[in-house]
């Protein structure tokens, strides 16, 4: 036999082998199918970097048991019953004072009109005997008034679109400190702002509500066209995902799509997803819903393996006029035994 020829038969042989007895190194196993994951948005779904957030606010309108606390740009009148020469109209600074005849500077801002009142009735008891001092607010809530210009000036009304920094933490108008909203969850850092604006509004409620999940990503790998990162905006399957990142059908192994997700326990779960009875079958029940952070990797098929091992390990080492092409019918005129 011709040296050529035994060149061919060998490496047909070899790509004969190589298609038959070719293996996708697919480690997992039907008994690692786990039960089905909840959706990617829901109750427990904890809140990332890049995520947005909408706060909603809500301004009460019943009266309150507690007692007014004076604050930074109120506006009070103060007033002398026998000493009317040292009556006045003041406004709480932004450093918390008032300013009075003969006693200047004075501490007003976290005090009640009553607390106040004693205050200033001690501080003229050495030029006055037993005097009567009577506070009225004049402009109040000027801190509310403020926050509710600054929350309807919003398109949104009253509500602020919230942004998840890269370092996990949120910025809420007139809270000084940071909150940490990285790895909570909507209702958790619901209770966390709302204990936080009590502190300085008692009639204000607030709802929170996820406005954008740009940190529910999934992973899709392998035979696509656009191998990438894809946001989850609303539950997604696996043959949704494949279908945006434009799976090869013609190079995949549709029978073993690779899905590595978490177990409630945090652990790496592996499971196949059988396109075949998916498409082919129209059998949506193996269609997996996914969940934030998975990885979907799509395997070559035998044939693609087999191809690349030809080009690979064959053709490379065969001379030009015995290469194969897969372009060749067995029959025509440039058919590779001519």
Not at 172 to 187: S, W
Not at 195 to 212: N, P, V
Not at 258 to 284: A, H, T, Y
Request: hydrophobic share 40%.
């Amino acid at each position: 036999m011709p040296r050529k020829m035994f060149t061919i038969f060998s490496t047909l042989a070899v790509l004969f082998l190589v298609v038959s007895c070719s293996d996708l190194n697919v480690s997992i196993k039907e008994d690692t199918v786990h039960e089905e994951p909840p959706a990617p948005i829901g109750s427990d779904y904890l809140i990332g970097p890049g995520d947005s957030l909408q706060v909603t606010y809500f301004f009460g309108t019943q009266p309150t048991e507690k007692e007014y606390v004076l604050e930074v740009g109120d506006v009070i009148d103060v007033q002398f019953y026998y000493h009317a020469e040292v009556n006045r109209t003041a406004t709480i600074h932004p450093d918390g004072n008032i300013s009075l005849a003969r006693k200047g500077e004075i501490r007003a801002a976290g005090l009640t009109t009553q607390e106040l009142q004693e205050k200033i009735q001690t501080l003229y008891g050495d030029i006055f005997k037993d005097p009567l001092v009577n506070i009225t607010l004049i402009e109040f809530n000027q801190a509310l008034k403020g926050f509710k210009e600054a929350i309807t000036s919003d398109r949104a009304g009253h509500s602020k679109v919230v942004l998840v920094r890269p370092d996990g933490y949120i910025s809420l108008f007139h809270i000084e400190e940071d909150i940490r909203a990285a790895g909570r969850t909507i209702p958790e850092l619901k209770k966390i702002v709302a204990q936080e604006y009590q502190k300085h509004f008692d009639s204000l409620t607030i709802s929170l509500a996820m406005l954008t999940t740009d940190s529910n990503l999934v992973y899709v790998s392998g035979e696509v066209q656009s191998p990438a990162s894809y946001q989850l905006i609303q539950p997604t399957t696996v043959s949704q995902i494949l279908a945006q990142a434009g799976i090869i059908y013609e190079n995949a192994e549709l029978s073993s799509i690779i899905l590595i997700s978490r177990s409630p326990e945090g652990k790496p779960v592996g499971r196949l997803v059988d396109m075949n009875k998916i498409i082919g079958e129209g059998n949506i029940g193996n269609d997996i819903l996914l969940k934030r952070f998975d990885i979907v990797y799509v395997p070559r098929n035998k044939i693609t393996n087999a191809g690349i091992f030809v080009d690979q390990y064959i053709n490379n080492l065969l001379p030009d006029a015995t290469r194969l092409n897969w372009g060749y019918s067995l029959g025509g005129k440039n058919d590779i035994f001519d």
